[in-house]
């Protein structure tokens, strides 16, 4: 599927991911296709994981919304956006949001890191939102990424090196992840 990673460090923050894409047992290296997994949306970076379908379709949703709207810029408003997002994603993009019987709310079957300059957000299929201090991952890669990170987090300088160390971990041990790997890096705002 993917690695994704996103890290906060020294006034910056750092969106990362590897370029592979599959499908089941295929795999379309970079080689084949420019496979851009992280896309820019106002003053963000957005990366995902799930299946391929989401990725154009999350691009075009959230570029799509009003800027009134389109706003990703703490919890709530991330949560706000995609809450507004749902029922688009629905219905002008036909999503499915079945996941089991018992599930407490419809799904958005994906899950995305948000790096801008207000700092480090993860949204969850059920529109769960987290707001990082440090760093996090998702995707296949996920775990390894965390684990190279964790370990490198006194020796990493900047957040864009973390970030790459992630990514790369989960490109050395996900049979889904390959490089190259893509970074973005942002100044972070100032608070206050």
């Known amino acids: 599927m993917t690695t994704v990673v996103v890290v906060r460090r020294g006034g910056t923050v750092a969106i990362a991911?590897?370029?592979?894409?599959?499908?089941?047992?295929?795999?379309?290296?970079?080689?084949?296709?420019?496979?851009?997994?992280?896309?820019?949306?106002?003053?963000?970076?957005?990366?995902?994981?799930?299946?391929?379908a989401h990725f154009p379709v999350l691009r075009k949703?959230?570029?799509?919304?009003?800027?009134?709207?389109?706003?990703l810029h703490s919890r709530d408003q991330v949560f706000d956006t995609f809450l507004k997002l749902h029922p688009k994603l629905?219905?002008?993009?036909f999503l499915n949001t079945k996941e089991e019987d018992a599930d407490p709310y419809e799904s958005m079957q994906f899950t995305a890191l948000i790096a801008n300059p207000a700092g480090i957000f993860g949204v969850y299929s059920y529109r769960?939102?987290?707001?990082?201090?440090?760093?996090?991952?998702?995707?296949t890669g996920r775990a390894f990424?965390?684990?190279?990170?964790?370990?490198?987090?006194?020796?990493?300088?900047?957040?864009?090196?973390?970030?790459?160390?992630?990514?790369?971990a989960g490109c050395e041990f996900d049979?889904?992840?390959?490089?190259?790997?893509?970074?973005?890096?942002?100044?972070?705002?100032?608070?206050?």
């Open 17 to 52: 991911s590897d370029s592979l894409v599959t499908f089941g047992d295929t795999r379309l290296a970079h080689g084949y296709e420019a496979n851009e997994k992280l896309f820019k949306v106002g003053d963000s970076w957005v990366g995902m994981s799930g299946t391929t």
């Open 61 to 71: 949703a959230l570029t799509a919304l009003p800027a009134d709207e389109l706003k």
């Open 90 to 93: 629905k219905e002008h993009f």
């Open 128 to 139: 769960e939102v987290f707001e990082f201090d440090r760093f996090w991952g998702i995707g």
């Open 145 to 168: 990424a965390l684990g190279a990170m964790h370990a490198s987090f006194d020796k990493a300088k900047t957040a864009r090196e973390l970030a790459e160390v992630g990514v790369r």
């Open 175 to 192: 049979k889904n992840s390959a490089g190259p790997v893509r970074a973005h890096t942002i100044k972070l705002k100032a608070k206050g």
